[in-house]
C-alpha cells in the first residue's frame, strides 16, 4: 500500500474518505459515476476546444496545442487515482493494462483502419506513402518517434497538413507513459512519508523538465522522457488533493453518554458495558475557507484560457511550464470548489467526447484545407462534422465496445492490426486498383503520348496535366535511388547503369528529388556510385529559417562532406536568395553567407559544383487549375499568370558566387524556360504545364531542360 503524507494514510482509506464526501456533495461528481469528477471532463473539453481551434485556424490560435499539454496533466492525476486505489501487485498491473487498452485501442485502431482506406479513396494519391507509414508507426505506438520526410517537424507537419494521422503522436506519447506508470507507481509505493513522496515527485519532475529544456524542439516535443513531469505534475496533484480533503474534512469525535435514571443494576451493567453505552458520531466539516480556493481557481482559468487561445504566440517553452502549472492548480483546487465553471454541462459532454473527436477532427482538418484551402465557411463545416461524428461515434461504437467482455475486445483489436497492416503491406495493389476506378477511363482517353510529347491533342494535353496535378509527390519518388520510400532523405542510386569512375552526389531541397533522375541519365558515364540527399523545403547555401533549416543545413554538409565527391549537384528552389538585395552584391550579407557555405563545398568537392539556376514560377494559377480552364474551354495565356520577378536577385547573387568559385557553374535552364526577364508557366503549342502545383518541374518541362545536363555532362572534363 502506498503511505502519502504519513505511516497511517493508505490508497483505501482515502478511497472510502473520497466515497463518503462524494455521496455528501452529489454535485460534485457525475451522477453515473461517483469517482468521475465533472470539472476534470470539462478541463478536456477546455483541451479539445483548444486543440482544435489551433489545428482549423493556426493564425488566429497558435498557441491552441497547449491543450494536449492538459490532456498530459489530466492523464497523470488519474493514473495515480488508478493505482493509488491497491497494492502495486501482477494483478493489478495486468489490470490496468487490460482496462487502458480497452478503453483506448479499439477505436484508436478503428480510426487508423477507416483513415488508411480513405487515403485512397478520399485524399490525393499523393498521400499515399506518407500515411501508410504513419499508419504503421501509429499502431506500434512509435509515430511520435519515427523519422519522416520532413524530420517528423510537428509544426511541419501541421502547415503540409497531408498526414492524416499526424495527431496520434500525443496518443503514442501517453500510451508510452503506461508503460512507465507500473515502475513509478512501484517507487511511489515505498514512499511511507510526506517528505519522501515530495522529494521523489521533485526528483522526477526537474529531471525530466530538464530533459525537456535542454533537448532540441523534435526532441522535447515527441519525447516521452521530455513529458514524464507533465504526468508527474498530475500525479503530485493528485497527492496534494488527497492532503487537501482531508485537512477540509477532519472530522470531531464526541462522546454521548445514555444517562438515564436507572437502578443501581443498570449502573452496574453500564459500568461493565462503558464502551457500548458509548456513541461516536463523526460530522464532516469545511475546515477550509473557499474564498481563496475561489480566487485561485478562476484566476488560474481566465489566464489558462487568455493563453491557450491569444491570437499572437507565445515562445513554447514558457508557454507550456505555464500552462502545465495552471491547470494543476485548476484541477486541486476544483477538488473543494462546488461551483465550478468547469462543470459546466456543454463543455462536460464536450470532455466526455474528446477522445473521438480528438480522433477524428485532424483527418477532416487535411481534407477541407487540401480541397477547400482558405474558404472560412468551410472550414466551419469541418468543425461541425468533427463534432457530430465524434458525438454519434462516441454514442454509439465507442458505448458498445465498452461493454464487450475480454475475449470479444482482444479479437476487435487483433483484426485490427492485422487489417492495417496488410493494408500498408499491399499499398501499392491498393492504390493502382483505386486509380484505375476512379482514372481508368482518363488513361483510356488520353491514350499513348510520346515521350517527345510531339503531336499531341488539346484533350491528351489536359488529361495529361490533371494526371500530373495529382501524382506530382509521387513523381518525386526517385524509381532507382535505394531506400526510396518517400522524396527525401539519403537514397543510393543503381550502379548496373553507371560506367564512370567518380563519385558523383546531388543535394539540395525538393528539386533535388525532382530533378535528381536527369542528373542519373546524363552522369552515369562519369559516376561509379551516385548519391542524394534531400530535405523539405531548406536551401543549401543559406539558412532561410534558423528554427525549421538549421538542422538541414548542417546535414547538408555533413552528407557530403562524409562521401567527399568529384561531383556535387545542388538543385534547390531558394528563399533566402531571393530576398532584396541592400547595396552591392559583394556586401550583401545574404550573399556573404552563401559565400562562406560555399567555400566550404569548394573544399570537400574535388571537380566541379553544378547549381541549378533561380527561377520562381506563378503561384495564382496552379496546374491542376489551369488544366480545368482548358477542359472548360477558357481563353489561357502567359499573361494571366502573375510575376514574380524576385527571382532576379537570386541570378545576380549566384552569378557573383561562380564568379568567385573556381569549380562552380550555373545550370541555366533560363534558356528553356524563360522568356527575356520573364518565366513562362506552359508551351504554347502542346498547352502542357512546366510546373506542378507545388511548384516542381513537370516532365514535359524537365524533357526540355534535359539537354542542358547533357550539354554540362558532354562538356565534363
Known amino acids: 500500500m502506498f503511505k502519502y503524507c504519513n505511516s497511517s494514510f493508505s490508497p483505501f482509506s482515502f478511497l472510502k474518505t473520497f466515497l463518503f464526501i462524494s455521496m455528501q456533495f452529489s454535485p460534485f461528481f457525475s451522477n453515473s459515476n461517483q469517482m468521475k469528477r465533472d470539472d476534470l471532463q470539462g478541463i478536456r473539453g477546455l483541451a479539445i476546444g483548444a486543440v482544435i481551434a489551433f489545428h482549423f485556424f493556426p493564425r488566429w490560435f497558435p498557441n491552441g496545442y497547449i491543450g494536449v499539454d492538459m490532456f498530459f496533466v489530466l492523464s497523470g492525476f488519474l493514473m495515480t487515482m488508478i493505482f493509488g486505489s491497491k497494492p502495486i501487485t501482477s494483478e493489478s498491473v495486468y489490470l490496468f493494462y487490460y482496462r487502458r487498452a480497452k478503453r483506448i485501442l479499439p477505436l484508436y485502431l478503428a480510426i487508423i483502419l477507416i483513415g488508411s482506406l480513405l487515403v485512397f479513396i478520399v485524399y490525393p494519391s499523393t498521400f499515399v506513402p506518407m500515411n501508410m507509414d504513419s499508419a504503421w508507426n501509429s499502431i506500434f505506438l512509435y509515430h511520435n518517434m519515427a523519422e519522416h520526410s520532413d524530420n517528423n517537424l510537428y509544426f511541419k507537419m501541421l502547415n503540409q497538413a497531408e498526414d492524416i494521422f499526424t495527431h496520434t503522436w500525443s496518443l503514442c506519447v501517453e500510451m508510452q507513459f503506461y508503460l512507465l506508470a507500473p515502475i513509478i507507481f512501484l517507487f511511489l509505493s515505498f514512499c511511507t512519508t510526506g517528505s519522501m513522496l515530495t522529494v521523489f515527485h521533485l526528483i522526477i519532475i526537474v529531471t525530466s523538465l530538464g530533459n525537456h529544456l535542454m533537448a532540441t524542439e523534435q526532441v522535447a516535443f515527441n519525447s516521452v522522457f521530455c513529458r514524464v513531469w507533465q504526468f508527474l505534475i498530475g500525479s503530485a496533484v493528485y497527492f496534494l488533493s488527497v492532503e487537501l480533503i482531508e485537512l477540509d474534512t477532519k472530522t470531531i469525535k464526541y462522546t454521548e453518554l445514555l444517562l438515564e435514571e436507572q437502578g443501581d443494576s443498570d449502573e452496574e451493567e453500564k459500568e461493565e458495558n462503558d464502551e457500548d453505552d458509548e456513541v461516536i458520531f463523526s460530522k464532516p466539516r469545511r475546515n477550509l475557507s473557499r474564498s481563496p480556493l475561489y480566487i485561485l481557481l478562476w484566476t488560474s482559468l481566465l489566464f489558462l484560457i487568455f493563453l491557450s487561445f491569444a491570437p499572437w504566440a507565445i515562445p513554447a517553452s514558457a508557454l507550456r511550464i505555464t500552462c502545465t502549472f495552471l491547470s494543476a492548480i485548476i484541477i486541486l483546487t476544483g477538488t473543494l470548489c462546488e461551483t465550478n465553471p468547469m462543470k459546466n454541462r456543454v463543455l462536460v459532454y464536450i470532455g466526455d467526447i474528446s477522445y473521438s473527436l480528438y480522433l477524428v477532427h485532424w483527418p477532416i482538418y487535411v481534407y477541407v484545407k487540401h480541397y477547400y484551402e482558405n474558404q472560412f465557411p468551410v472550414y466551419i463545416i469541418g468543425i461541425l462534422v468533427s463534432i457530430i461524428l465524434a458525438i454519434i461515434i462516441?454514442?454509439?461504437?465507442?458505448?458498445?465496445?465498452?461493454?464487450?467482455?475480454?475475449?470479444?475486445?482482444?479479437?476487435?483489436?487483433?483484426?485490427?492490426?492485422?487489417?492495417?497492416?496488410?493494408?500498408?503491406?499491399?499499398?501499392?495493389?491498393?492504390?493502382?486498383?483505386?486509380?484505375?476506378?476512379?482514372?481508368?477511363?482518363?488513361?483510356?482517353?488520353?491514350?499513348?503520348?510520346?515521350?517527345?510529347?510531339?503531336?499531341?491533342?488539346?484533350?491528351?494535353?489536359?488529361?495529361?496535366?490533371?494526371?500530373?496535378?495529382?501524382?506530382?509527390?509521387?513523381?518525386?519518388?526517385?524509381?532507382?535511388?535505394?531506400?526510396?520510400?518517400?522524396?527525401?532523405?539519403?537514397?543510393?542510386?543503381?550502379k548496373g547503369n553507371l560506367t564512370g569512375d567518380m563519385t558523383v552526389f546531388i543535394v539540395g531541397n525538393s528539386l533535388t528529388p525532382n530533378l535528381g533522375s536527369l542528373v542519373y541519365k546524363?552522369?552515369?558515364?562519369?559516376?561509379?556510385?551516385?548519391?542524394?540527399?534531400?530535405?523539405?523545403?531548406?536551401?543549401?547555401?543559406?539558412?532561410?529559417?534558423?528554427?525549421?533549416?538549421?538542422?538541414?543545413?548542417?546535414?547538408?554538409?555533413e552528407e557530403v562532406f562524409k562521401k567527399l565527391p568529384d561531383v556535387l549537384f545542388m538543385l534547390d528552389r531558394q528563399d533566402k536568395l531571393r530576398r532584396p538585395i541592400k547595396g552591392p552584391v559583394e556586401k550583401d550579407e545574404i550573399f556573404r553567407e552563401a559565400l562562406a557555405t560555399l567555400r566550404k563545398y569548394e573544399n570537400n568537392v574535388k571537380k566541379k559544383i553544378y547549381m541549378l539556376e533561380s527561377y520562381t514560377p506563378s503561384t495564382?494559377?496552379?496546374?491542376?487549375?489551369?488544366?480545368?480552364?482548358?477542359?472548360?474551354?477558357?481563353?489561357?495565356?502567359?499573361?494571366?499568370?502573375?510575376?514574380?520577378?524576385?527571382?532576379?536577385?537570386?541570378?545576380?547573387?549566384?552569378?557573383?558566387?561562380?564568379?568567385?568559385?573556381?569549380?562552380?557553374?550555373?545550370?541555366?535552364?533560363?534558356?528553356?524556360?524563360?522568356?527575356?526577364?520573364?518565366?513562362?508557366?506552359?508551351?504554347?503549342?502542346?498547352?502542357?504545364?512546366?510546373?506542378?502545383?507545388?511548384?516542381?518541374?513537370?516532365?514535359?518541362?524537365?524533357?526540355?531542360?534535359?539537354?542542358?545536363?547533357?550539354?554540362?555532362?558532354?562538356?565534363?572534363?
Request: net charge positive; hydrophobic share 35%; charged share 25%.
Open 620 to 717: 495564382n494559377l496552379p496546374l491542376s487549375k489551369f488544366a480545368q480552364m482548358l477542359e472548360e474551354g477558357k481563353k489561357v495565356k502567359q499573361s494571366l499568370y502573375k510575376l514574380d520577378l524576385s527571382y532576379l536577385n537570386a541570378l545576380q547573387r549566384q552569378e557573383e558566387l561562380v564568379k568567385k568559385c573556381s569549380k562552380c557553374e550555373l545550370i541555366r535552364i533560363s534558356d528553356i524556360l524563360f522568356n527575356g526577364n520573364q518565366t513562362k508557366n506552359y508551351d504554347e503549342e502542346t498547352k502542357l504545364g512546366y510546373y506542378y502545383d507545388g511548384l516542381h518541374i513537370t516532365p514535359f518541362a524537365m524533357n526540355l531542360i534535359l539537354p542542358l545536363f547533357q550539354k554540362a555532362s558532354d562538356n565534363f572534363s
Open 522 to 557: 546524363t552522369f552515369n558515364n562519369h559516376a561509379k556510385v551516385m548519391y542524394k540527399y534531400s530535405n523539405s523545403y531548406c536551401e543549401i547555401l543559406t539558412v532561410a529559417s534558423e528554427k525549421r533549416c538549421r538542422k538541414a543545413h548542417d546535414t547538408y554538409e
Open 394 to 494: 462516441s454514442e454509439t461504437f465507442e458505448k458498445w465496445y465498452l461493454k464487450l467482455g475480454k475475449q470479444e475486445t482482444l479479437f476487435m483489436i487483433l483484426i485490427c492490426y492485422i487489417s492495417i497492416v496488410l493494408i500498408v503491406f499491399k499499398r501499392n495493389e491498393i492504390s493502382s486498383f483505386v486509380d484505375n476506378v476512379k482514372y481508368g477511363h482518363e488513361e483510356n482517353l488520353m491514350g499513348k503520348v510520346h515521350s517527345s510529347y510531339e503531336n499531341i491533342t488539346l484533350k491528351q494535353a489536359i488529361l495529361l496535366n490533371k494526371k500530373w496535378a495529382r501524382e506530382e509527390y509521387k513523381n518525386l519518388v526517385i524509381p532507382n535511388c535505394y531506400p526510396n520510400k518517400t522524396e527525401h532523405g539519403f537514397c543510393e542510386f543503381d
